[in-house]
Nanobody, 129 residues
Framework: QVQLVESGGGLVQAGGSLRLSCTASGGAFSTYAMGWFRQAPGKERELIGAITKSGGSTYYADSVKDRFTISRDNAKNTVYLQIYSLKPEDTAVYYC??????????????????????WGQGTRVTVSS
């Protein structure tokens, strides 16, 4: 089973861009579909999107579709989240997650009976106005 470590968070100004990374170790990264999630203060964790094992397809939640891009580099065991036009409401802890089943990544935040095989520890993003 892989272990996941997110990086790239920090304090950024509204309107800026940020790229978060999630690097896996200890397992076969390319056998996992990957997802990005975020949890804002006082709110539940929400799905941002997910990417297939090969990186050939992505899925995004409707609320973030226009400003977020997920990609992966299996040679580097890393999945990325590019965020454009940051807004103060993007302030949150951002998590990556891994599961062998893409569908689980898509539904885990809405189906209480499901959980991912692996979660990262999160990286905090704070957007100042």
């Amino acid at each position: 089973q892989v272990q996941l470590v997110e990086s790239g968070g920090g304090l950024v100004q509204a309107g800026g861009s940020l790229r978060l990374s999630c690097t896996a170790s200890g397992g076969a990264f390319s056998t996992y579909a990957m997802g990005w999630f975020r949890q804002a203060p006082g709110k539940e964790r929400e799905l941002i999107g997910a990417i297939t094992k090969s990186g050939g397809s992505t899925y995004y939640a409707d609320s973030v579709k226009d400003r977020f891009t997920i990609s992966r580099d299996n040679a580097k065991n890393t999945v990325y989240l590019q965020i454009y036009s940051l807004k103060p409401e993007d302030t949150a802890v951002y998590y990556c997650g891994a599961d062998h089943i893409l569908h689980t990544l898509v539904v885990v935040t809405t189906d209480k009976d499901k959980d991912l095989e692996v979660w990262g520890q999160g990286t905090r993003v704070t957007v100042s106005s």
